[in-house]
């Protein structure tokens, strides 16, 4: 993260979630989410990486990114 970036404050993220779930949220539900997102990155980026390298790609693209997306998201479907 670079320095001098701010992220939400806690409460923001809390009240922002509880509007969309209507439902009521434990003391530290903010920091299983950012933990949840950032498991849910990693495995995107590491399949997308897989993907491209069948492929024959450099790099990652977005069309590998694209590719494995509906899958990873089934993976974290709650």
Known sequence: MAPGQKLYPRATVKKIVKA?????????????????????????????????????ERGISAKSVKKVTADTLSKFKG
Do not use: H, P
């Open 20 to 56: 969309q779930s209507k439902c009521n949220l434990s003391k530290n539900v903010d920091v299983m989410i950012f933990l949840d997102y950032v498991l849910f990155m990693q495995t995107l980026v590491k399949e997308a990486a897989i993907d491209s390298k069948q492929a024959g």
